[in-house]
């Protein structure tokens, strides 16, 4: 039974809509799903059902840019209000499908698009209206964070725990769009663009994957009081505001909402001006959570659309973007050295040479195969890029590791 | 400045809708409130107010019922919408004001009654309108959740706890609604309405306090790998279904999101059969928190209002209240013994005899002043309660410690 036949009562009772599924494009009509929809809806062409006059409200969950973009603008021209979970398409074309929603007047709603089945979008669209936002941070990859969970809390090397995420189906044969962010990168900009109001698209996303972070990165984050997890990170910065958009690896407080969240948990946490701090938290993937994220959005569309009530994105200006060397941040740096008199008064005097000021060192390991491990005072990316670039040129210094963004204390519980 | 003022252009850019204060009802009108409000909009009778007919959405924030009530059913019979964070009010009178608004057809909206900052109403009522939701176990009462995090975390005790909460201003001189449950009751008795759809007042809501938990409580629940928080639970269970709501300490796994929730922050965790495990943090109250979702209340009505959009709560009936003794549920219990060959068996067989199996024991001391601590495997709450009594007239029993009940593991993090 699908979810809207479960439900179809109960949407009734509390809405007096009642809700049919008319038509269904697959790509296969012959195929036995198991549901308990007549197998006459099926047909193969999403041009029949965006043109049907029959059909009110259009659904779209084929993933990818075409045909879906097609699709979704001819249904926004035939009048039909649209639900779709498509990150994809609406972090890179989602300016465009906002302003012909607007056009004609009907919903473009995209609930499962980012973070599954949590209610984001609708709190940050509606509840958050009147809020000056001013930074969202989420965990919106189930599968690094399953993968950095497993590492950190067995020990498991990044290569095991990928594995096991295989063979659990949390991640892909190939698993480049997880682990080097380009998904979480998507919804990031969906995220901006719905928390700020203006346009940022996918290419605007800085981002670096978890793929090279060691057990060894974890283990020393967890002795200084830190978890490292794979964040989405958007803010709204200067005057006149500029958005900062980037993914990327990051040691958490211990103590803050974002470290506790485990395995493949989602959770997205929201800074705002007025009510302060904010985590939603739940399923960011899977059959039935995606199932009612997107029937939460057909029930508004049905409920709009009965109503006359319009969509809330409109038309939306381009984001001035901000480039990642301006970030001002913390920074965890590993380098192995040799030790020998004098090494580090030669690497400190690289990171003073960028003013770069050094919070905390500690060495692990002697002789040869010593490694220093830095955390910085706040100070500019592109200052720690070239400390970094100039490290390398030390003959004392064999390798430069990971280099992992601090996320501030400035928001601690009180 | 008003946060109102301050967003007002936000506002109009993303909606088309220019808010403005006309009138405000105040005790005192001479009074200098710092605000950028002309002080001509002040008046002292919320009556002329409602009956304005320059007016058009009404908010109150007088708390408690009489004058509140009246006010607000004249606004609504005025088909003025409403916004309001009277949570009072809604527990005890919610089922006349959500009826009165159908009737009419305006918005009864009160996103700050329950978890203040928290988008939580909004989500309930239409992301999760067609989402059956099977519990909500919130911490919803930010002064007993800052008693119990300093217990926790500094070894505090109760009373010292309290004094703390008292100076900082999170605790009234009389505590006695916020410790004994009953801020909490009547929040849960919203969110029971809200989620399952059906009437549950305040009157329904089995509560107890925290001001008898201990330190020692705590230390030992934290060994056994459990926070005690002080949790508002509304669940749906049987056929017919039936709702149970209750407000009481509870011993919570410490890996459980609820668990990290520390200090004054407000948490509400959702249980749906689609979408899974939700969480929505924040702040439970405070000035500009509260603003913050008043004012997303007050632009969502004036959206609606320019759309003629309508409200989604109805006319609700009366809920099917399930009573504490039928709780299923794991126990912790404290008993105070002399420690005396054959004491262990006199009180297991207390258990036995009601039919309740333990799942754990340990002693701590020895001599005349031992206490052994239980936890029981499920049982229902009329055993326990039964084994609690009979242990009282056992000679070798001292005293009978507090009873707290162990939220499940049935939904670890996967």
Do not use: W
Request: aromatic share 4%; charged share 25%; hydrophobic share 45%.
């Amino acid at each position: 039974m699908t979810l809207l036949d479960e439900q179809r009562a109960v949407v009734a009772a509390r809405t007096g809509i009642q809700l049919q599924i008319t038509r269904v494009a697959v790509r296969s009509a012959a195929k036995d799903r198991g549901l308990s929809i007549d197998p006459s809806v099926f047909c193969t062409d999403g041009a029949d059902i965006v043109s049907d006059p029959e059909i009110d409200i259009v659904v779209e969950l084929i993933g990818g840019i075409e045909p879906a973009r097609s699709l979704l603008r001819a249904a926004i021209a035939a009048g039909k209000p649209v639900v779709t979970g498509n990150k994809e398409l609406l972090a890179n074309h989602g300016a465009e499908l906002f302003g012909e929603a607007d056009d004609v007047g009907v919903d473009l709603l995209f609930e499962a698009a980012v973070a599954g089945a949590i209610p984001l979008m609708r709190p940050l669209r509606e509840s958050l209206i009147a809020e000056p936002v001013q930074r969202i941070m989420g965990i919106v990859n189930g599968t690094t964070n399953y993968i950095l969970t497993q590492m950190a809390e067995r020990g498991a090397s990044y290569a095991e725990a990928l594995s096991e995420a295989q063979s659990l189906g949390y991640a892909e044969r190939d698993p480049t769009a997880d682990v080097e962010g380009f998904d979480a990168g998507a919804k990031a900009a969906i995220i901006a663009t719905v928390a700020f109001g203006e346009v940022v698209v996918a290419g605007d996303v800085y981002h670096e994957g978890i793929s090279r972070i060691t057990a060894h990165d974890i283990e020393t984050a967890r002795r200084l009081g830190y978890a490292v997890k794979a964040v989405a990170v958007a803010e709204s910065v200067g005057d006149p505001p500029e958005v900062a958009v980037r993914v990327h690896p990051a040691m958490v407080p211990m103590h803050h909402p974002l470290a506790g969240v485990r395995d493949s948990f989602n959770a997205v946490f929201i800074q705002g001006d007025a009510v302060g701090e904010l985590m939603f938290y739940g399923r960011g993937a899977g059959g039935r959570p995606t199932a009612g994220a997107v029937l939460g959005d057909l029930v508004d569309a049905a409920v709009n659309l009965a109503s006359g009530g319009p969509g809330r994105i409109g038309r939306l200006g381009r984001a001035r973007i901000r480039s990642i060397d301006e970030l001002r941040s913390e920074y965890y740096l590993g380098v192995e050295v040799a030790d020998r008199p004098g090494v580090l008064a030669s690497v400190a005097a690289v990171f003073g040479s960028h003013g770069v000021s050094i919070r905390s060192m500690e060495q692990h390991g002697l002789g040869e195969d010593a490694r220093l491990v830095f955390i910085t005072h706040e100070c500019r990316e592109r200052d720690l890029q070239a400390t970094r670039r100039d490290l390398r040129g030390l003959d004392e210094v064999h390798e430069i590791g990971n280099v992992i963004r601090v996320i501030g204390d400035e928001n601690p519980q009180q």
